[in-house]
Protein backbone atom coordinates (compact mmCIF):
# COMPACT_ATOMS: atom_id res chain seq x y z
CA UNK A 1 0.00 0.00 0.00
CA UNK A 2 1.18 3.73 -0.42
CA UNK A 3 2.55 5.20 2.70
CA UNK A 4 0.09 7.89 3.95
CA UNK A 5 1.06 11.24 3.79
CA UNK A 6 0.58 13.35 6.94
CA UNK A 7 0.97 17.24 6.92
CA UNK A 8 1.15 18.83 10.81
CA UNK A 9 0.19 22.53 10.79
CA UNK A 10 0.90 25.19 13.26
CA UNK A 11 2.79 27.67 15.08
CA UNK A 12 5.32 25.12 15.51
CA UNK A 13 9.44 25.92 16.07
CA UNK A 14 8.53 29.40 16.94
CA UNK A 15 9.64 29.19 20.50
CA UNK A 16 6.67 28.24 22.10
CA UNK A 17 7.90 24.52 23.98
CA UNK A 18 4.26 24.11 24.53
CA UNK A 19 3.14 23.95 21.25
CA UNK A 20 6.51 22.03 19.70
CA UNK A 21 5.41 19.39 23.25
CA UNK A 22 2.21 19.27 21.19
CA UNK A 23 3.84 17.96 18.32
CA UNK A 24 6.49 15.81 19.73
CA UNK A 25 3.62 13.83 21.46
CA UNK A 26 1.43 13.59 17.50
CA UNK A 27 4.79 12.32 15.82
CA UNK A 28 5.66 9.98 18.94
CA UNK A 29 1.90 8.57 18.02
CA UNK A 30 2.79 8.51 14.04
CA UNK A 31 6.19 6.43 14.59
CA UNK A 32 4.78 4.17 17.04
CA UNK A 33 1.39 3.52 15.56
CA UNK A 34 1.88 4.33 11.48
CA UNK A 35 5.65 4.11 11.08
CA UNK A 36 5.36 4.15 7.38
CA UNK A 37 3.59 7.34 6.86
CA UNK A 38 5.16 10.01 5.30
CA UNK A 39 5.21 13.65 7.59
CA UNK A 40 5.95 16.50 6.89
CA UNK A 41 5.16 20.52 8.38
CA UNK A 42 3.67 23.86 7.30
CA UNK A 43 4.23 26.05 10.22
CA UNK A 44 6.15 28.79 11.97
CA UNK A 45 9.84 28.25 12.18
CA UNK A 46 10.47 25.49 9.76
CA UNK A 47 13.93 25.58 10.55
CA UNK A 48 13.50 24.88 13.94
CA UNK A 49 11.10 21.47 13.21
CA UNK A 50 13.33 20.40 10.92
CA UNK A 51 16.59 20.55 13.04
CA UNK A 52 14.91 19.20 16.16
CA UNK A 53 12.25 16.36 14.95
CA UNK A 54 13.72 15.50 11.73
CA UNK A 55 10.70 15.89 9.31
CA UNK A 56 10.28 18.77 6.45
CA UNK A 57 9.05 22.44 7.08
CA UNK A 58 7.65 24.84 4.77
CA UNK A 59 7.58 28.35 6.15
CA UNK A 60 3.47 28.82 7.03
CA UNK A 61 3.82 32.54 5.60
CA UNK A 62 4.44 33.58 2.25
CA UNK A 63 5.72 37.53 3.68
CA UNK A 64 8.67 36.83 5.86
CA UNK A 65 7.67 39.94 7.82
CA UNK A 66 4.17 38.25 8.94
CA UNK A 67 5.40 38.93 13.12
CA UNK A 68 6.14 42.22 12.53
CA UNK A 69 4.33 45.20 13.18
CA UNK A 70 3.47 47.06 9.56
CA UNK A 71 3.70 50.62 9.72
CA UNK A 72 5.67 51.51 6.41
CA UNK A 73 3.15 51.55 3.25
CA UNK A 74 5.55 48.85 2.01
CA UNK A 75 5.06 46.22 4.96
CA UNK A 76 1.22 46.99 4.50
CA UNK A 77 1.53 46.45 0.89
CA UNK A 78 3.61 42.89 1.95
CA UNK A 79 1.10 41.77 4.08
CA UNK A 80 -1.98 42.27 2.14
CA UNK A 81 -0.29 40.38 -0.68
CA UNK A 82 0.62 37.94 1.73
CA UNK A 83 -2.48 37.07 2.23
CA UNK A 84 -3.73 36.82 -1.05
CA UNK A 85 -0.48 34.62 -2.31
CA UNK A 86 -0.88 32.37 1.39
CA UNK A 87 -4.66 31.15 -0.13
CA UNK A 88 -2.21 29.58 -2.92
CA UNK A 89 -0.04 28.27 -0.77
CA UNK A 90 -1.88 27.03 1.85
CA UNK A 91 -4.11 24.96 -0.78
CA UNK A 92 -1.02 23.90 -2.85
CA UNK A 93 0.27 22.09 0.56
CA UNK A 94 -3.28 20.54 1.87
CA UNK A 95 -3.04 19.42 -1.81
CA UNK A 96 -0.17 17.03 -1.11
CA UNK A 97 -1.37 15.46 1.56
CA UNK A 98 -3.84 12.44 2.88
CA UNK A 99 -4.60 13.87 6.31
CA UNK A 100 -3.53 17.31 8.31
CA UNK A 101 -3.32 17.35 11.56
CA UNK A 102 -3.13 20.38 14.04
CA UNK A 103 -1.51 18.88 17.10
CA UNK A 104 -2.64 20.66 20.62
CA UNK A 105 -2.20 24.43 20.78
CA UNK A 106 -4.91 26.72 21.65
CA UNK A 107 -5.92 27.22 17.95
CA UNK A 108 -9.90 28.10 18.58
CA UNK A 109 -8.90 30.52 21.63
CA UNK A 110 -7.76 34.29 22.44
CA UNK A 111 -6.74 34.37 25.65
CA UNK A 112 -3.89 35.87 24.36
CA UNK A 113 -3.73 39.00 22.25
CA UNK A 114 -4.44 37.76 18.98
CA UNK A 115 -5.69 39.34 15.65
CA UNK A 116 -7.82 37.73 13.25
CA UNK A 117 -5.73 38.30 10.26
CA UNK A 118 -2.80 36.46 11.88
CA UNK A 119 -3.21 32.84 12.83
CA UNK A 120 -7.17 32.51 13.24
CA UNK A 121 -6.92 33.35 8.95
CA UNK A 122 -4.17 30.91 8.53
CA UNK A 123 -6.05 28.05 10.29
CA UNK A 124 -9.31 29.13 8.22
CA UNK A 125 -7.21 28.60 4.84
CA UNK A 126 -6.17 25.21 5.72
CA UNK A 127 -9.68 24.36 7.02
CA UNK A 128 -11.24 25.26 3.73
CA UNK A 129 -8.82 23.92 1.50
CA UNK A 130 -8.96 20.52 3.28
CA UNK A 131 -12.80 20.76 2.46
CA UNK A 132 -12.66 21.53 -0.67
CA UNK A 133 -10.15 19.54 -1.65
CA UNK A 134 -10.86 16.41 0.40
CA UNK A 135 -8.20 16.19 2.94
CA UNK A 136 -9.66 15.13 5.93
CA UNK A 137 -8.51 17.97 9.06
CA UNK A 138 -7.98 17.22 12.30
CA UNK A 139 -8.05 19.34 15.21
CA UNK A 140 -6.42 16.92 17.74
CA UNK A 141 -6.58 17.85 21.66
CA UNK A 142 -6.75 21.55 20.93
CA UNK A 143 -7.65 24.62 23.39
CA UNK A 144 -11.08 26.24 22.89
CA UNK A 145 -12.20 29.40 24.40
CA UNK A 146 -15.27 31.98 24.08
CA UNK A 147 -14.30 34.86 21.84
CA UNK A 148 -15.70 38.18 22.11
CA UNK A 149 -14.29 39.90 18.57
CA UNK A 150 -16.45 39.25 15.96
CA UNK A 151 -13.93 38.91 13.03
CA UNK A 152 -11.62 36.25 15.17
CA UNK A 153 -15.16 35.03 16.44
CA UNK A 154 -16.40 33.85 12.86
CA UNK A 155 -12.84 32.99 11.50
CA UNK A 156 -12.71 30.38 14.50
CA UNK A 157 -15.58 29.39 14.04
CA UNK A 158 -15.90 28.26 10.14
CA UNK A 159 -12.43 26.36 10.88
CA UNK A 160 -13.99 24.29 13.44
CA UNK A 161 -16.98 23.40 11.49
CA UNK A 162 -14.92 22.42 8.46
CA UNK A 163 -12.63 20.37 10.15
CA UNK A 164 -13.00 16.74 9.88
CA UNK A 165 -12.34 15.41 13.22
CA UNK A 166 -12.11 17.54 16.36
CA UNK A 167 -11.22 16.62 20.20
CA UNK A 168 -10.22 18.97 22.97
CA UNK A 169 -8.11 19.10 25.62
CA UNK A 170 -10.88 20.35 28.73
CA UNK A 171 -14.63 19.85 28.40
CA UNK A 172 -14.70 23.84 28.27
CA UNK A 173 -12.98 24.16 25.28
CA UNK A 174 -15.75 21.59 23.88
CA UNK A 175 -18.70 24.00 25.64
CA UNK A 176 -17.39 27.11 24.07
CA UNK A 177 -17.22 25.83 20.94
CA UNK A 178 -20.79 24.76 21.63
CA UNK A 179 -21.54 28.42 22.70
CA UNK A 180 -19.81 29.58 19.16
CA UNK A 181 -22.04 27.21 17.03
CA UNK A 182 -20.23 24.20 16.28
CA UNK A 183 -22.37 20.49 16.80
CA UNK A 184 -20.01 18.92 19.23
CA UNK A 185 -22.11 16.11 19.63
CA UNK A 186 -19.49 13.83 18.42
CA UNK A 187 -16.27 15.79 19.65
CA UNK A 188 -14.35 13.74 22.20
CA UNK A 189 -12.47 15.59 25.66
CA UNK A 190 -9.26 14.23 26.45
CA UNK A 191 -5.79 15.13 28.32
CA UNK A 192 -4.09 17.80 26.51
CA UNK A 193 -1.54 15.73 24.38
CA UNK A 194 1.69 16.35 26.70
CA UNK A 195 0.85 13.96 29.34
CA UNK A 196 1.60 11.26 26.26
CA UNK A 197 5.10 12.17 26.60
CA UNK A 198 7.68 10.50 28.95
CA UNK A 199 7.82 11.35 32.06
CA UNK A 200 11.21 11.99 34.31
CA UNK A 201 12.12 10.51 37.27
CA UNK A 202 9.68 12.01 40.01
CA UNK A 203 11.54 12.02 43.22
CA UNK A 204 12.99 15.35 44.19
CA UNK A 205 16.61 15.63 43.43
CA UNK A 206 17.82 19.31 43.27
CA UNK A 207 18.91 21.20 46.14
CA UNK A 208 16.76 21.17 49.50
CA UNK A 209 13.41 23.69 49.72
CA UNK A 210 13.56 24.04 45.85
CA UNK A 211 11.12 26.29 44.15
CA UNK A 212 10.45 26.16 40.40
CA UNK A 213 8.71 29.25 39.32
CA UNK A 214 7.68 29.44 35.78
CA UNK A 215 7.01 33.07 34.63
CA UNK A 216 5.82 34.58 31.80
CA UNK A 217 5.42 37.79 29.91
CA UNK A 218 2.19 38.29 30.45
CA UNK A 219 -0.06 41.36 29.30
CA UNK A 220 -3.62 40.09 29.45
CA UNK A 221 -5.72 38.59 27.16
CA UNK A 222 -7.33 40.10 23.48
CA UNK A 223 -10.02 42.44 25.89
CA UNK A 224 -7.61 43.81 27.87
CA UNK A 225 -5.32 46.00 25.75
CA UNK A 226 -6.54 49.13 27.24
CA UNK A 227 -4.40 48.16 30.53
CA UNK A 228 -1.99 45.38 28.84
CA UNK A 229 0.68 47.35 31.30
CA UNK A 230 -0.77 47.45 34.24
CA UNK A 231 -1.28 43.97 33.70
CA UNK A 232 2.05 43.47 33.08
CA UNK A 233 3.64 45.56 35.76
CA UNK A 234 0.98 44.04 38.77
CA UNK A 235 1.85 40.83 37.50
CA UNK A 236 5.52 41.62 37.50
CA UNK A 237 5.53 43.00 40.97
CA UNK A 238 4.37 40.62 42.40
CA UNK A 239 6.41 37.70 40.84
CA UNK A 240 9.46 39.52 42.01
CA UNK A 241 7.99 40.29 45.60
CA UNK A 242 7.39 36.52 45.81
CA UNK A 243 10.85 35.15 45.03
CA UNK A 244 12.08 37.76 47.35
CA UNK A 245 10.50 36.57 49.86
CA UNK A 246 11.73 32.51 49.45
CA UNK A 247 15.11 34.36 48.84
CA UNK A 248 15.22 35.50 52.45
CA UNK A 249 14.42 32.08 53.87
CA UNK A 250 17.34 30.61 52.39
CA UNK A 251 14.98 29.07 49.27
CA UNK A 252 16.76 28.73 46.27
CA UNK A 253 14.81 29.45 43.01
CA UNK A 254 14.78 28.47 39.78
CA UNK A 255 13.21 30.45 37.45
CA UNK A 256 11.63 28.43 33.93
CA UNK A 257 9.90 29.97 30.62
CA UNK A 258 7.93 28.51 27.88
CA UNK A 259 8.52 30.97 25.05
CA UNK A 260 11.19 32.91 24.15
CA UNK A 261 9.46 36.08 24.99
CA UNK A 262 9.46 35.05 28.33
CA UNK A 263 13.31 36.42 28.63
CA UNK A 264 12.60 39.78 29.40
CA UNK A 265 10.59 38.99 32.93
CA UNK A 266 13.49 36.12 33.73
CA UNK A 267 16.11 39.19 33.36
CA UNK A 268 13.48 42.04 35.48
CA UNK A 269 13.57 39.32 38.20
CA UNK A 270 17.12 38.96 38.39
CA UNK A 271 17.84 42.01 38.27
CA UNK A 272 15.51 43.05 41.09
CA UNK A 273 16.28 40.44 43.38
CA UNK A 274 19.67 39.90 43.19
CA UNK A 275 21.00 37.23 44.30
CA UNK A 276 22.71 34.24 43.92
CA UNK A 277 20.05 31.52 45.33
CA UNK A 278 17.84 32.95 42.00
CA UNK A 279 18.67 30.88 38.60
CA UNK A 280 17.27 30.61 35.50
CA UNK A 281 17.17 27.54 33.34
CA UNK A 282 17.61 27.43 29.41
CA UNK A 283 15.38 25.27 28.49
CA UNK A 284 14.32 24.13 25.04
CA UNK A 285 11.46 21.11 25.33
CA UNK A 286 8.93 19.92 27.49
CA UNK A 287 11.17 17.43 28.61
CA UNK A 288 13.71 19.85 30.11
CA UNK A 289 11.11 21.26 31.45
CA UNK A 290 9.59 18.65 33.44
CA UNK A 291 13.15 17.61 34.37
CA UNK A 292 13.84 20.78 35.88
CA UNK A 293 10.53 20.55 37.93
CA UNK A 294 10.79 16.82 38.93
CA UNK A 295 14.26 18.25 40.75
CA UNK A 296 11.77 20.57 42.91
CA UNK A 297 9.97 20.02 45.97
CA UNK A 298 7.41 22.39 45.02
CA UNK A 299 6.34 25.04 41.94
CA UNK A 300 4.92 27.84 41.11
CA UNK A 301 3.63 28.30 37.66
CA UNK A 302 1.41 30.90 34.76
CA UNK A 303 1.94 28.91 31.14
CA UNK A 304 -0.34 25.89 30.70
CA UNK A 305 2.17 23.75 29.78
CA UNK A 306 4.59 24.67 32.32
CA UNK A 307 1.79 23.87 34.69
CA UNK A 308 1.13 20.62 32.74
CA UNK A 309 5.05 19.53 33.47
CA UNK A 310 4.88 20.04 37.08
CA UNK A 311 1.66 17.94 36.70
CA UNK A 312 3.31 15.36 34.92
CA UNK A 313 6.55 15.05 36.96
CA UNK A 314 4.71 14.62 39.79
CA UNK A 315 5.37 17.72 41.59
CA UNK A 316 2.77 19.78 43.26
CA UNK A 317 2.08 23.23 41.78
CA UNK A 318 0.37 26.27 42.29
CA UNK A 319 -0.93 27.71 39.85
CA UNK A 320 -1.07 31.72 38.41
CA UNK A 321 -4.68 31.61 35.93
CA UNK A 322 -4.90 33.71 33.06
CA UNK A 323 -7.88 31.71 31.28
CA UNK A 324 -10.36 29.02 32.16
CA UNK A 325 -8.06 26.27 30.87
CA UNK A 326 -6.09 26.48 33.57
CA UNK A 327 -8.69 26.45 36.35
CA UNK A 328 -9.69 23.10 34.26
CA UNK A 329 -6.37 21.61 34.31
CA UNK A 330 -5.40 21.90 38.25
CA UNK A 331 -9.30 20.68 38.95
CA UNK A 332 -8.98 17.76 36.85
CA UNK A 333 -5.41 16.85 38.54
CA UNK A 334 -7.00 17.04 41.99
CA UNK A 335 -5.35 20.98 42.90
CA UNK A 336 -8.15 23.24 42.17
CA UNK A 337 -7.65 25.09 45.25
CA UNK A 338 -4.50 25.89 44.14
CA UNK A 339 -4.65 28.62 41.34
CA UNK A 340 -4.46 32.52 41.62
CA UNK A 341 -5.31 35.12 39.68
CA UNK A 342 -2.42 36.86 37.21
CA UNK A 343 -4.57 39.72 36.89
CA UNK A 344 -4.98 40.49 40.27
CA UNK A 345 -1.61 38.64 41.10
CA UNK A 346 -1.10 39.23 45.45
CA UNK A 347 2.10 38.62 46.30
CA UNK A 348 0.98 37.85 49.78
CA UNK A 349 -1.42 36.04 49.59
CA UNK A 350 0.06 33.78 46.79
CA UNK A 351 2.80 33.45 49.36
CA UNK A 352 -0.37 32.02 52.00
CA UNK A 353 -1.52 29.60 49.13
CA UNK A 354 2.23 28.22 48.49
CA UNK A 355 2.20 27.31 52.37
CA UNK A 356 -0.55 25.43 52.23
CA UNK A 357 0.73 23.84 49.17
CA UNK A 358 4.11 22.78 50.98
CA UNK A 359 2.05 21.67 54.32
CA UNK A 360 0.09 18.88 51.90
CA UNK A 361 2.81 17.88 49.58
CA UNK A 362 3.81 14.44 50.20
CA UNK A 363 -0.50 13.85 50.04
CA UNK A 364 -0.93 16.05 46.82
CA UNK A 365 2.07 13.79 44.76
CA UNK A 366 -0.53 10.44 45.65
CA UNK A 367 -3.17 11.88 43.86
CA UNK A 368 -1.13 13.41 40.80
CA UNK A 369 0.56 9.88 40.55
CA UNK A 370 -3.19 8.25 39.96
CA UNK A 371 -4.95 11.30 37.96
CA UNK A 372 -1.24 10.54 35.92
CA UNK A 373 -2.32 7.01 35.47
CA UNK A 374 -5.85 8.03 34.21
CA UNK A 375 -4.83 10.61 31.93
CA UNK A 376 -2.17 8.26 30.26
CA UNK A 377 -5.55 5.54 29.79
CA UNK A 378 -7.14 8.21 28.20
CA UNK A 379 -4.93 9.65 25.90
CA UNK A 380 -4.73 5.58 24.72
CA UNK A 381 -8.15 6.23 23.81
CA UNK A 382 -7.74 9.35 21.90
CA UNK A 383 -4.79 7.92 19.43
CA UNK A 384 -7.54 5.04 18.96
CA UNK A 385 -9.85 6.91 18.07
CA UNK A 386 -7.57 9.37 15.61
CA UNK A 387 -6.78 6.17 13.97
CA UNK A 388 -10.21 4.63 13.55
CA UNK A 389 -10.83 8.66 12.02
CA UNK A 390 -8.01 9.55 10.17
CA UNK A 391 -6.01 5.59 8.83
CA UNK A 392 -8.66 3.35 7.89
CA UNK A 393 -7.69 0.64 5.65
CA UNK A 394 -8.21 1.69 2.12
CA UNK A 395 -7.61 0.51 -1.07
CA UNK A 396 -4.32 2.79 -2.35
CA UNK A 397 -5.64 2.89 -5.70
CA UNK A 398 -8.04 5.69 -3.92
CA UNK A 399 -5.77 7.60 -2.81
CA UNK A 400 -5.24 11.63 -4.49
CA UNK A 401 -3.21 11.88 -6.90
CA UNK A 402 -0.22 14.26 -6.33
Known sequence: MTAVRVGVFGLLGSGNLGNDGSLEAVLGYLRAEHPRAVVDALCGGPEAVTARFGIPATRLHWYRGEYRTASRAGAVAGKGLGKLVDVFRTAAWVRRHDVVIVPGMGVLEATLPLRPWGFPYSLFLLCAAGRLLGTPVALVGVGA????????????????????????????????????????????????????????????????????????????????????????????????????????????????????????VVAAILDAV?????????????????????????????????????????????????????????????????????????????????????????????????????????????????TAALFPTTDPTSRKAP
Not at 199 to 220: D, K, N, R, Y
Not at 248 to 263: C, F, N, S
Not at 337 to 353: F, N, W
Open 145 to 264: AAIRDRPTRALVRWSARLAAYRSYRDAQSRDAMREMGVDTARDEVHPDLAFSLPTPSSSPSGPPGLVCVGVMAFHGGNDDRARAEEIHRRYLDGTIRFVRALVEEGRPVRLLTGDDVDAT
Open 274 to 386: DSPLVTAAETTSLAGLMTEMSAAGTAVAIRYHNLICALKAGTPVLAVTYAAKSDALMAQMGLAEYCHPARELDADRLLEQFRELEKRSAELRRTLAERNETAARRLAHQFTAL
